[in-house]
């Protein structure tokens, strides 16, 4: 294997610990495991990270929030507002996007799992509950600013500052994520879309 700079170690262990936590949990995230994945012997490891403990914040302070804006951004170009959009086409559109959402979370269920998963292992791991919380509000922030785009793209404006609508997209997405990793029930999920997305619109007047 060619030589390595810290970064490049860094960048190639973070997308492994994502990657393996998707698949075996975060018990099950090994240092042993992570540096397999990532194809580096595992003497390299602290040359790169001090502790596992160390990767895990990485993976929720960078990894993940950038994983999940790229979701997020991904679906917004799904959206079809028409030329002169009303309340019923931004429904419509509303509910797109989620489902749009739901298709990629089908395409890779890792990427969400894993991201719920390391929420509730840090919220049972004192060292790590900070790094959780800050997690989930950068998370908030990109949820945030993707109904921001919403309102810039059309004559619609959110009466109640994005700011506070950012957790209810997070706590959907995590809601999808649970029924599809659960169950797989198309019509639960479809349940779930259209209630946050009668709710939101609780939340949108047209100029």
Known sequence: MARMSVDQRRSALLESAYRVIADHGVEGATTRRICAHAGMPLASFHYAFESRTALLCAVMETAVPTDIERMLH?????????????????????????????????????????TIALGIYAHNHPELQQV?????????????????????????????????????????????????????????????????TDQLMTHVSFG
Do not use: C
């Open 74 to 114: 991904a679906v917004l170009p799904a959206a079809d507002y028409g030329p002169e959009p009303g309340v019923e086409t931004m429904r419509s559109s509303m509910v797109s996007q989620f489902h749009a959402f739901y298709d990629l979370l089908k395409a890779d269920p890792g990427r969400m799992q894993a």
């Open 132 to 196: 959780g919380k800050h997690m989930y509000e950068q998370l908030y922030r990109v949820a945030s600013a993707g109904l921001r785009s919403m309102a810039d793209l059309t004559p619609m404006e959110w009466t109640t500052p994005v700011e506070d609508l950012g957790p209810l997209i997070i706590a959907a997405t995590n809601s999808i994520t649970l029924v599809y990793l659960s169950t797989a029930d198309d019509k639960v999920v479809d349940a779930i879309i259209r209630s946050i």
